[in-house]
C-alpha cells in the first residue's frame, strides 16, 4: 500500500509557476510510474504528466507540453510537478497516483492504469 500526499497549490496570476509536490510512503516508490492529473469543476480528470521509475521517461499531452515537467527523487520517495506560463485554464485540483504495475517502456495515461491515489492540492491561476 501506498499513501501519496500533494502540497504547494495555491493560488497564481497569469504567467506565473508553481511547483507542485507528492510525497509516499512505503518502501517501494522507486519501483512504480508516477502521474499527475488534473480535475476542474464539472470535467473529467484530466491526464497531465507521466515518469518512468527511474526518471528516465517522461510524457505528456499537448495541452501541458513544454509548460509542465514532471520529475522524481527516489531519495526523497517524492514525485514533483514545475509548472511554468500558468494560465487560467489551467484552474484545477491537482492529483498525483502511482502505478505498481510493470509495463516496460510504456507509461500510462489514463485513470484507470492507475493504484493509487493522493488527495489532491487546489491550483487557483487568475486572469
Known amino acids: 500500500q501506498v499513501q501519496l500526499v500533494e502540497t504547494g497549490g495555491g493560488l497564481v496570476q497569469a504567467g506565473g509557476s508553481l511547483r507542485l509536490s507528492c510525497a509516499a510512503s512505503?518502501?517501494?516508490?522507486?519501483?512504480?510510474?508516477m502521474g499527475w492529473f488534473r480535475q476542474a469543476p464539472g470535467k473529467e480528470r484530466e491526464f497531465i504528466a507521466a515518469?518512468?521509475?527511474?526518471?528516465?521517461?517522461?510524457y505528456y499531452p499537448d495541452s501541458v507540453k513544454g509548460r509542465f515537467t514532471i520529475s522524481r527523487d527516489n531519495a526523497k520517495n517524492t514525485v514533483y510537478l514545475q509548472m511554468n506560463s500558468l494560465k487560467p485554464e489551467d484552474t484545477a485540483v491537482y492529483y498525483c497516483?502511482?502505478?505498481?504495475?510493470?509495463?516496460?517502456?510504456?507509461?500510462?495515461?489514463?485513470?484507470?492504469?492507475?493504484?493509487?491515489w493522493g488527495q489532491g492540492t487546489q491550483v487557483t491561476v487568475s486572469s
Open positions: 497516483a502511482a502505478d505498481k504495475d510493470s509495463r516496460g517502456h510504456y507509461l500510462p495515461r489514463t485513470l484507470y492504469e492507475y493504484d493509487y
Open positions: 515518469i518512468s521509475w527511474s526518471g528516465g521517461s517522461t
Open positions: 512505503g518502501r517501494t516508490f522507486s519501483t512504480y510510474v
